[in-house]
């Protein structure tokens, strides 16, 4: 593993970007956020730092049935609790004392992207049929505060196994620096033109998100994709945001730059892929696992 810093004057958030496989284990996220910690920029610091969608992962609990789960896009507010518990207690595994007062000598907050385990990642092309759920948490270091949101928006291969997170305000967190918007992956998505073609339930979230997003006005948008190797991706939903609410100053997001099903002569650069996931500056780090060292 190789670890390459690319920084910018004036930094507001840092990336973590994992060129190369990922399987989320609780022991090298948390070596992997010490090794960010050595190898920071000296005299730099940021607001955020912001990982992508299922940098760790835990397993689903047996006990939690679907007959548990009810109707898995309004589920069981029991069983949503349930997951966010077991999810925090890794968050908190990783984030412990001494790693949290190294980071916050670098950056006020950071976001984990955690998801239960599944056998396929979650994008578009690939149908899930397994339950899981897919969260964020927020850790304000210098209040020693957490927070969490999840996915609200699933893509349509997963709508049907996703334990989706129905209370859209969760996405909305104040804090000292002003109104943070938290996005899981096809969360932004929302925010794409062509979302305004989605029917029936889907609708209904979509119009939601955006009234409560334009009567939050949130200052920052995060998001996290968990896989971004063509800029395309999400370059129309950025647009949309953009007009959508003007009161965003900042955004940015962080997916790992890999895709095992899409030939690597079809991803587009590096380069290009970061530029068009942001409108601030930023630290990178470039995390190029072995097999994509180039």
């Known amino acids: 593993m190789e670890i390459e810093v690319r920084k910018e004057p004036n930094p507001s958030i840092a990336r973590v970007i994992i060129a190369g496989e990922w399987e989320g284990e609780l022991r090298e996220a948390r070596q992997l956020l010490e090794d960010i910690y050595e190898n920071w920029p000296k005299s730099r610091k940021v607001k955020f730092i912001i990982t992508c969608g299922g940098f760790i992962q835990f397993n689903w609990p047996g006990s939690i049935s679907p007959k548990d789960i009810g109707d898995n896009k309004y589920p069981n507010d029991k069983v949503v609790d349930r997951l966010v518990a077991i999810a925090e207690e890794h968050v908190n595994s990783i984030l412990n004392k001494d790693l949290c007062r190294k980071l916050s000598e670098v950056t006020d907050y950071i976001t984990l992207g955690i998801d239960s385990f599944k056998e396929e990642i979650s994008t578009t092309q690939n149908y899930i049929n397994q339950p899981h759920i897919e969260l964020v948490f927020l850790k ?45 992956c096809h969360d932004l998505s929302i925010f794409n033109p062509r979302s305004q073609n989605a029917k029936g339930w889907r609708r209904n979230v979509n119009e939601d998100f955006k009234k409560l997003a334009k009567k939050e006005k949130p200052l920052y948008a995060l998001h996290h ?17 953009r007009k959508t609410l003007p009161s965003v100053k900042q955004y940015a997001g962080a997916g790992r730059y890999y895709e095992s099903n899409r030939e690597r002569s079809e991803w587009d ?26």
């Open 140 to 184: 304000d270091l210098r209040q020693d505060k957490l927070y969490w949101t999840g996915k609200s928006y699933p893509t349509p291969a997963q709508e049907n196994s996703l334990v989706r997170i129905a209370n859209l305000e969760t996405h909305f967190i104040n804090l000292d620096v002003g109104k943070v918007m938290i996005l899981g």
């Open 269 to 294: 650069t590096l380069d290009k892929v970061l530029k068009d996931t942001k409108n601030t500056a930023t630290i990178d780090f470039v995390i190029w696992r072995k097999q994509e060292v180039i």
């Open 225 to 241: 994709p968990h896989t971004t190797v063509k800029r395309r991706t999400w370059l129309n939903a950025w647009s949309g945001l």
